[in-house]
Every structure is written in structure tokens, then in C-alpha cells.
């Protein structure tokens, strides 16, 4: 995204556009032009080359070649091929000089404000070369423009005329590219702000983590992968003795533990896993490519992080974790894997808590084989 609020992609549209009403605008003065002003028949050549390099720049385009330098040096082409044009009709009896203004107002939609004041300045210093030149007798005036268009300008209607264009000009593109300089500012400020809103969405407020909602969306993407032959665990952490500190301390307290609890969890995952909040005291991680014997020690170091916060908190009854480990089969669900997980943190509280269990496969008669429940560390007494 560029400091305008412009991405790349975005701008390589505008350059599309703008090198097709080249393409239009070249093929129209190929064709009709000369039907208008027999005398330009002669410069159908001049006409042909632009056309080729507006579809040359669409090829440039298309393959990603040349950047703004690329588009920089269309603007020139274009101010050139125009006051070529309009020296050959008359430079100050022709409605044509009017395309001045609708090219340095495209430019500048394409390339900036800074860029497009500076082409707008390249064709008015070309178009009063022109118009100076054919009032001092340089050149002559409208070689090929029809009678009634007049005699070349005194130097002083050329010193008005140049002048006036000029500035009318530098001033259309800079307030132009004022505008839309603003306007995609806001643009990029309004995007900011949207995507700052959808992250808030996803996650809990209190810990900061993902909330149950992005939880589950995550899962659903991830058990796809599954059904391509990836591996995937999700680990269920059921906070033990957590009840405790809202009663004995208060519920500010107890945010405090979660948060901690949280930042610990965050802390203890590897870059590839997802944490979240799951409700209440439980929180989920999603570990993808990772089957149970890797899901293992993330578990285990999972529940040392949060007896690690409890016994700062309380050293002889502190806040533990009951974790539940469960692998992903193909025809798993989101839910369907979480109540697994969730069932396996049950019997890790059933058995005391502090610790990780684990039924990691399913067995050949189609029953779930017995979990594997190891307790964090030894206890002692």
C-alpha cells in the first residue's frame, strides 16, 4: 500500500484504463481525423505509432513491466502526440486543446498527485513552444487546419492563451490530485479502521486472545486440510481451582489470573498454533500439522505455563490445568473434535487435575482406546 492509499494492483488497473482510451482515443484519430482534415492524412503514421505503443503499454501492463516509470512515459507520449496534433489543426482555434485537461486529469488518477502536475506542466510548456513558435513566424500556424480557423496568434493573444492554458491546467491536475489524494487518505484510514474492527471481532476482550467464534471457524479450515491428508490436534485446557480466586479474592482478581493465564498460554505455543478463549475458564489451541506424538509436549508445556502463573499467584493452592488432547480424523467436525478434546480434560480432572490426557487413535473394534493420562510433573508426598 502506498503512502496515497493506493495498493499496486489498484494502480495497475488505473494504468489498464488509461492505456485502452489511449488505444481508443489514437484509433479514433487514426480513422477519423484525417476524413475531418484531409491535410493529416499524411501523419496516419504518427497515429499508427501511437496506437502500437498504447498496446505495447497494455502488454507492459499486463506483465507487470515498467512501473511508473512506464506510466510516466505515456503521459509524455500522450502530451507530445496531442500538441502534434493540435499544432497541425490550429493550436488556438481547435476545441482540441480541451484533451489537454482530460489528460492531465487521467494521469493524475493514475500516477499521482505529483507526477500528474508535473505531466500537466510537460504539455503546457509543449503547447506554448507551439504557440510561440507559430506567433514569431517559427512555424507556421494550422498547416492543416481548415480556413476559418484564422491566422497565427500576435505574440501578445499567444502570451494570454499560453498563459491562461497553463495555468488552468497545473491547477486542474493539483486540485484533482488534491482530492483524490484525500479521498484515498480517507480511504485508507476507513480500511485500517474495518480491519482494526474484524480483529477486535475475533478475538476476547478480556484476554486478547482468539474468541470461540474465530476458534471454530479455524477448525472448520483446518479439518479441510485434514481431509487432504494433513494432521491436526486441538488441545482443551480446563483451569482447576479457578473458581476459588473469584470467591476468595474477588472477579477482578480473577481477570488478572486469566489474563496472565492467557499472555502464559501465548507465551508457551509454537507460531503455527492458534490459542483462544474458549468460555469462562477453558481455552482451546489449535495445533495444526501435528499429531499426537507431537501435540504432546506443546500440551504439557501448555499446562506448565499455567501452573506456573497459578503459583505466582498462589503458591500453595494455585490455579492448575486439567488438558485434554484430541487428533483430527477425516470425517471430523469442529464440534464433534472439541467435545473429544474436552471429554479428554474431564478425566484429566477426574484423576486430580494438573495433568495432560490423551486418546490420540481409534482402536481396530471401532472403540476409543484408553486415554493416556500423565501428570505434569511428579507429585511428591
Known amino acids: 500500500m502506498s503512502s496515497g492509499g493506493m495498493d499496486d494492483r489498484e494502480r495497475d488497473r488505473l494504468q489498464l484504463a488509461a492505456a485502452w482510451s489511449r488505444v481508443v482515443l489514437g484509433g479514433v484519430a487514426l480513422v477519423l481525423m484525417p476524413l475531418v482534415y484531409p491535410g493529416l492524412g499524411a501523419y496516419r503514421w504518427v497515429f499508427g505509432v501511437y496506437v502500437g505503443l498504447s498496446l505495447l503499454g497494455q502488454l507492459f501492463i499486463w506483465k507487470g513491466i515498467g512501473g511508473m516509470p512506464r506510466a510516466v512515459l505515456g503521459g509524455v507520449v500522450d502530451m507530445a502526440v496531442l500538441t502534434f496534433l493540435v499544432h497541425r489543426i490550429g493550436s488556438t482555434a481547435t476545441m482540441m486543446v480541451s484533451v489537454y485537461f482530460f489528460a492531465a486529469i487521467l494521469n493524475t488518477l493514475v500516477v499521482g498527485r505529483r507526477v500528474g502536475v508535473s505531466l500537466a506542466l510537460c504539455g503546457a510548456a509543449l503547447y506554448s513552444m507551439v504557440v510561440v513558435a507559430e506567433a514569431n513566424g517559427w512555424i507556421p500556424y494550422g498547416p492543416d487546419s481548415p480556413s476559418f480557423a484564422g491566422n497565427a496568434p500576435s505574440r501578445v493573444e499567444a502570451a494570454v492563451t499560453t498563459g491562461l492554458l497553463s495555468t488552468l491546467l497545473v491547477l486542474s491536475a493539483a486540485v484533482v490530485g488534491l482530492l483524490v489524494s484525500r479521498i484515498r487518505t480517507r480511504e485508507a484510514e476507513l480500511l485500517a479502521a474495518n480491519t482494526k474492527l474484524e480483529e477486535l471481532s475475533l478475538r476476547d476482550p478480556l484476554t486478547q486472545l482468539f474468541n470461540r467464534r474465530h476458534l471454530m471457524a479455524r477448525l472448520e479450515d483446518e479439518l479441510a486440510r485434514v481431509r487432504r491428508g494433513a494432521e491436526l490436534a486441538v488441545v482443551m485446557i480446563d483451569l482447576d481451582r479457578f473458581k476459588r480466586v473469584n470467591d ?46 507431537a501435540a504432546m509436549p506443546v500440551a504439557r508445556r501448555l499446562a506448565e505455563a499455567v501452573r506456573a502463573v497459578g503459583e505466582a499467584f498462589d503458591a500453595e493452592q494455585p490455579v492448575t490445568a486439567s488438558v485434554g488432547v484430541a487428533t483430527a480424523r477425516a470425517d471430523d467436525d469442529a464440534r464433534g473434535l472439541i467435545q473429544r478434546a474436552d471429554e479428554n480434560a474431564y478425566r484429566a480432572k477426574k484423576s486430580g487435575g494438573d495433568r495432560v490426557s490423551l486418546a490420540p487413535v481409534i482402536g481396530t473394534s471401532g472403540e476409543w482406546d484408553a486415554p493416556v493420562s500423565t501428570g505434569v510433573r511428579p507429585k511428591t508426598g
Open 248 to 293: 476468595l479474592r474477588g472477579h477482578q482478581a480473577g481477570d488478572e489470573v486469566l489474563k496472565q493465564i492467557a499472555h502464559a498460554l501465548a507465551g508457551a505455543t509454537r507460531e503455527v498454533d492458534v490459542p483462544g478463549r474458549y468460555g469462562g475458564d477453558e481455552f482451546v489451541v489449535i495445533l495444526p500439522d501435528t499429531d499426537s506424538v
